[in-house]
């Protein structure tokens, strides 16, 4: 009974409304990576920019080839930093993009950034 109500509470209110004419996040900017290591595991330490205030979280992207791109990894809202642990003993370079994304869809990347290990 109570979920009832609050769904028409909030149905009512326009809260629902609001929801279905959310627009895509504008996209983080000034990422950047450097190199970090814990013991023999190399980390990428990703930092950039959060310009929107609509994005329900983001999508961080790496690749060794710079142009096939693969998620490696999520972070919520109002988050600026990621730390991806890349392996033990890694020798190359990786590049990075990242992406917010809310119930409208995925903004447009970010810059790419690399890294060697």
Same mark, same amino acid.
């Given at each position: 009974?109570?979920?009832?109500?609050?769904?028409?509470?909030?149905?009512?209110?326009?809260?629902?409304?609001?929801?279905?004419?959310?627009?895509?996040? !504008?996209?983080? *900017?000034?990422? !950047?990576? $450097? @190199?970090?290591?814990? %013991?023999? @595991?190399?980390?990428?330490?990703?930092?950039?920019?959060?310009?929107?205030? $609509?994005?329900?979280?983001?999508?961080?992207?790496?690749?060794?080839? =710079?142009?096939?791109?693969? +998620?490696? %990894?999520?972070?919520?809202? =109002? @988050? $600026?930093?990621?730390?991806?642990? +890349?392996?033990?003993?890694? +020798?190359?370079?990786? @590049?990075?993009? +990242?992406?917010? *994304? =809310?119930?409208?869809?995925?903004?447009?990347?970010? =810059?790419? $950034?690399?890294?060697? *290990?």
């Amino acid at each position: 009974m109570i979920g009832v109500l609050l769904s028409s509470l909030l149905f009512s209110s326009g809260f629902f409304a609001l929801a279905d004419e959310a627009e895509v996040p !504008e996209a983080p *900017f000034q990422l !950047e990576v $450097s @190199t970090d290591y814990e %013991g023999a @595991t190399c980390i990428a330490a990703l930092k950039w920019r959060d310009m929107s205030e $609509s994005e329900l979280g983001f999508e961080v992207l790496r690749s060794q080839n =710079n142009s096939e791109f693969e +998620v490696v %990894g999520m972070v919520g809202a =109002n @988050t $600026s930093h990621y730390r991806d642990k +890349v392996g033990k003993y890694v +020798v190359g370079g990786f @590049t990075y993009k +990242v992406r917010a *994304f =809310n119930q409208a869809g995925k903004s447009e990347e970010s =810059n790419a $950034s690399s890294v060697w *290990f």
